[in-house]
């Protein structure tokens, strides 16, 4: 497992920036595949299973077929994987808790408190 920590800057669409750091983990092109075919196959069973449900599925088979050619895509793009990480809201200055996620840069995540964006950059 390769992890790293990445220093990063804060901000809620204004000059106010604040520092935290996240923990990522990066992906080799295996793991880039073998993510992609699950989220494929994931997608595509559902459509499977909406075959079954009447009427509804002349919508559904279709959108969860080309939803898995979507997330699939995105999840080979990924650069690897937000594991952990931590920073303040610019604008409230309370602790904002970075989710696990995809890592595509810009991150946002919503702070609890002011419920505004904030935006995650590299420093």
Same mark, same amino acid.
């Given at each position: 497992?390769?992890? !790293?920590?990445? !220093? ?10 604040? !520092? ?28 499977? *299973?909406? &075959?079954?449900?009447? *009427?509804?599925?002349?919508?559904? *088979? ?7 050619? =979507?997330?699939?895509?995105?999840? =080979? ?40 964006? &904030? ?5």
């Amino acid at each position: 497992m390769n992890t !790293e920590r990445i !220093e990063i800057l804060a901000n809620v669409s204004d000059d106010r920036r604040s !520092e935290g750091h996240i923990i990522i983990q990066h992906f080799n092109k295996a793991e880039k595949t073998r993510t992609a075919i699950k989220k494929l196959a994931l997608f595509w069973g559902i459509a499977l *299973v909406s &075959v079954l449900i009447p *009427v509804f599925h002349f919508v559904l *088979v279709p959108l969860f077929f080309f939803l898995g050619f =979507y997330f699939a895509h995105r999840g =080979y793009k990924s650069d690897g994987l937000v594991l952990s990480g931590a920073t303040t809201c610019p604008h409230c200055q309370n602790p904002v808790e970075i989710k696990k996620a995809q890592l595509n840069w810009p991150l946002s995540e919503i702070c609890q408190n002011c419920a505004r964006v &904030v935006r995650i950059e590299k420093k």
